[in-house]
């Protein structure tokens, strides 16, 4: 089953910081790509970078910024592949933004019809 484990911290990281956890992601990626979990995996551009897209009636309204006005953000994600709940519980465990924050962990719903990768 697939999950998307959405990684949650504030965004007021020093660049060694940073970088570090990047590193230890990309080798938590490649390990779980060898054991064939890994489906993607990305860090996102920091919330200043980030347009809210909203239509109502119709009309279009863009505006600067995520919707949620907190002070953790959504950092990245990965997307996985696992038996069940508790193997993406140990993986989002493993996830170095787990230290610093909140790893949510959500099941993707398999919709007929979409492209696959």
């Known amino acids: 089953m697939?999950?998307?484990l959405?990684?949650?911290h504030e965004?007021?990281?020093d660049e060694d910081e940073r970088?570090?956890?990047?590193e230890e992601s990309v080798?938590?990626?490649?390990?779980?790509?060898?054991?064939?979990q890994y489906l993607d995996a990305a860090p996102l551009q920091p919330t200043s970078a980030t347009i809210s897209v909203v239509v109502r009636d119709g009309k279009r309204l863009v505006t600067d910024g995520p919707f949620a006005e907190t002070r953790e953000q959504i950092g990245g994600y990965f997307l996985i592949d696992a038996k069940d709940l508790d193997?993406?519980?140990?993986i989002a465990a493993r996830i170095p933004g787990a230290r610093i924050g909140t790893v949510e962990v959500r099941p993707v719903r398999e919709v007929e019809g979409l492209p696959r990768v």
């Not at 970088?19 to 990047?22: C, E």
């Not at 080798?27 to 064939?36: I, V």
């Open 2 to 4: 697939k999950y998307i």
């Open 6 to 8: 959405l990684i949650h």
């Open 11 to 13: 965004e007021a990281l």
């Open 19 to 22: 970088q570090h956890l990047l």
């Open 27 to 36: 080798q938590l990626a490649n390990q779980l790509h060898a054991n064939r």
């Open 87 to 90: 193997e993406a519980i140990d």
